[in-house]
């Protein structure tokens, strides 16, 4: 099973600027899922767990391992590149990068 804390789900979330409904519509969770998982109410199925991390990941996260933070625990930080972030779709606002205009 891969592996996400609540903590790790939190701080990815805001290094990507996302509310908790957006990442359970990228990862096709509920809302509610997302919510009661970071209050620590309940441990949502391996699969949700899978497809939360899944869809931060594919958006620009890394996640960090025990020990891959200044603290030794488990993180995240943005990778290197942010050209495989999810692309934005319609009716989503976006920055034009590298315009000519």
Known sequence: MT?????QCRAARALLDWSQARLGAKAQVSEGTVRDFEKGKRI????????????????????????????????????????????????EAGIIQNSEM
């Not at 199925?45 to 939360?52: E, K, N, P, Q, S």
Request: proline content about 6%; aromatic content about 2%.
């Open 3 to 7: 592996h996400l804390t609540v903590e």
């Open 44 to 91: 949502p199925a391996a699969g949700m767990i899978v497809a939360m991390r899944s869809a931060l990941e594919l958006a620009g996260v890394a996640f960090l391992s025990d020990g891959g933070t200044v603290h030794g625990g488990p993180g995240v930080r943005l990778k290197r590149s942010t050209a495989s972030r999810t692309p934005i779709q319609d009716s």
